[in-house]
């Protein structure tokens, strides 16, 4: 009697604690990571990726700091974070993850002092493919032009912030 009583209390013991758990993750459907070093950030995105969470946006805050929200999701995604103050670079650099099988995560550009982040994601069957076409100038009417330009070459426009320059990305699907 005593046995099957206690087998009992285990066992809703160990409900509680999975009904509170699973209370605990419904809560946490979102999270709010800020750091103002960007080696941190990628670490942090890393860790809260393999918890489940996706990157929905990011922006710069005062003092410094890069905020990125993300939301809990059931796919396990891949990201790679992007930092850089020069134009030729950041083009190098989209384009090799895009040949990884990396995307441009489109509210997840922002500027942090003078250099320009970008958040890319992969999709566990990394099967994304595209072309990207980084714009940045100072001059509106000269971005206009660049803008008109790429839409005409078939690109769309997947992020755009505004720091030291005006910073456009274009996004074509090559399938």
Do not use: C, H, W
Not at 3 to 12: E, G, H, K, R, Y
Not at 16 to 35: C, F, G, K
Not at 140 to 145: D, E, H, I, P, V
């Amino acid at each position: 009697m005593r046995s099957s009583i206690a087998i009992t209390l285990l066992v809703l013991s160990a409900a509680a604690v999975a009904a509170a758990q699973e209370t605990t993750a419904q809560d946490n459907r979102y999270l709010l990571l800020a750091t103002e070093r960007t080696r941190t950030m990628q670490q942090e995105i890393d860790d809260a990726a393999s918890q489940g969470f996706r990157v929905v946006t990011a922006n710069r805050a005062s003092g410094g700091e890069v905020i990125v929200l993300l939301e809990r999701t059931k796919d396990r995604v891949r990201y790679r974070l992007l930092a850089t103050t020069r134009t030729g670079t950041l083009q190098r650099e989209i384009t090799e993850a895009a040949d990884q099988g990396y995307r441009v995560v489109p509210q997840a550009m922002t500027t942090k002092g003078d250099e320009v982040l970008v958040l890319m994601q992969k999709t566990p069957d990394g099967s994304a493919i595209a072309r990207y076409q980084v714009l940045a100038t100072e001059r509106t009417r000269t971005l206009q032009k660049e803008i008109s330009q790429a839409s005409l070459d078939g690109y769309r426009l997947v992020a755009f912030t505004s720091g030291a320059e005006n910073v456009a990305v274009f996004e074509r699907d090559i399938r």
